[in-house]
């Protein structure tokens, strides 16, 4: 074979490669979850809807957006250790996936970050060993000048989604409790925050493949 035409076959096989490779990554990274199936929301006061009434919280606006049977299964002033304490109910109802959202309340209450972690990775354990699909969500790290100002993620959750391989929604109580107009009080989403944390979850998890 001449030399132009080796080149001409190593250029055809780079195309088909990155042809090849284009469309992987076009692919849906999760298997979508169909609507009607049981998703269960376990956290705390932003996952029951402090703040707002019940009709307004996150997981019933994600159900409307889903067409999924969302439990809200948030309980104020949980801690990362009680949802951990809890996560075994959880499993009995056999849900298709569960968004776990929790750890907020371990910063206000100065649990150090790495029973944090543990509690995190513990719940997120039981959860895969129980064949359920997890979506963890993170949380602000708050700390004494953020209460009255711009918030952000606080970073362990990135650390526990890659460690443990599960999808990870960022971002998003951030933005809202970094809007006076998305609040009811200082750690809170009103009806609007919350209505826009859910449309951003829902679509980060279209994006994903798990919602279509």
Same mark, same amino acid.
């Given at each position: 074979m001449k030399i132009r035409g080796k080149f001409l076959v190593l250029a055809s096989m780079g195309l088909v490669a990155t042809l090849s490779m284009t469309g992987c990554d076009s692919e849906p990274k999760q298997e979508a979850v169909?609507?009607?199936?049981?998703?269960?929301a376990l956290g705390d006061s932003l996952t029951y809807g402090?703040?707002?009434?019940?009709?307004?919280?996150?997981?019933?606006?994600?159900?409307d957006l889903s067409h999924w049977t969302v439990i809200n299964a948030g309980v104020n002033g949980d801690t990362s250790a009680d949802v951990l304490a809890r996560v075994?109910?959880? &499993?009995t109802q056999n849900p298709d996936l569960v968004l776990l959202g929790v750890g907020?309340?371990?910063?206000?209450?100065?649990?150090?970050? +790495?029973? &944090?972690r543990a509690n995190i990775t513990a719940t997120i354990d039981t959860l895969k060993s129980a064949n359920i699909d997890v979506v963890l969500?993170? +949380?602000?790290h708050f700390s004494a000048s953020a209460l009255f100002g711009r918030v952000?993620?606080?970073?362990?959750y990135e650390d526990i989604a890659d460690a443990k391989e599960v999808p990870l929604y960022s971002g998003g109580w951030s933005a809202v409790l970094s809007d006076d107009t998305l609040k009811s009080d200082r750690i809170h989403a009103n009806a609007a925050g919350y209505r826009q944390f859910a449309e951003g979850l829902h679509d980060y998890l279209q994006e994903e493949g798990v919602a279509r």
């Open positions: 169909p609507a009607g199936s049981i998703v269960i402090y703040g707002a009434s019940l009709d307004a919280a996150y997981p019933k606006v994600l159900a075994d109910d959880i &499993t907020g309340n371990d910063v206000l209450q100065r649990v150090q970050p +790495e029973t &944090t969500i993170a +949380e602000p952000s993620d606080n970073p362990l």
